[in-house]
């Protein structure tokens, strides 16, 4: 019989002589530590699954990741303009949203529409409510008045989202998103 190679224990890390080729630790106290870390490891795993499957399903995180790409896109989409409502120059040292010219509050169904989202400035989006005024004679100006008309027609019941719907949605402003970029 051929005698075994020394091996590093694999709970507490000594090098010592296996009485088999299956060895993996040097003692029962070993042994049961190595267990210990093993279902430790399997839980931790589980865990991460199951946290998963809920996010998968999770409407409003999915809603959070789409809402994200989705303001990316518009603020790269619109990176050589000003500001939609004040015009303020795109090398502006401020911070830049996407604007909705109708709220998602009013329109839901307008969250993603890209005619109702422009880039706009902190200024105009936080402080002056959008300042709607000057954000729809500009918008007039860049998409035209049909399109504007459209976005002001109230619908009867706006779409309900579910959280693969947000998901696709994420996926296709990533894909825009890249796509930019490149």
Known sequence: MK?????????????????????RVCSMAC???FVDKQKSVKVK?????QKRAFLDN????QRAKAQKAFNEFIRLRDAGLGCISCDKPSDWGGQWHAGHYK?????????????????????????LSGNLAQY?????????SQRVLMLEIDIETPKKY?????AAIHAEYSA???????
């Open 31 to 33: 042994s049961l530590d």
């Open 3 to 23: 005698e075994l190679k020394p091996k590093k224990c694999k709970s507490c890390g000594i090098v010592f002589k296996p009485f088999s080729s299956l060895a």
């Open 176 to 182: 825009k998103i890249k796509e930019l970029k490149s």
């Open 58 to 61: 999770d409407k409003s995180f």
């Open 162 to 166: 579910t959280a693969s719907d947000y």
């Open 103 to 127: 709220t998602v509050g009013a329109r839901p169904d307008l969250r993603f529409n890209e005619d109702n989202v422009h880039k706009q400035c902190s200024q105009c989006n936080n402080f």
């Open 136 to 144: 729809r004679i500009a918008l007039i100006a860049k998409i035209g």
């Open 45 to 49: 795993q589980e865990h991460v699954k």
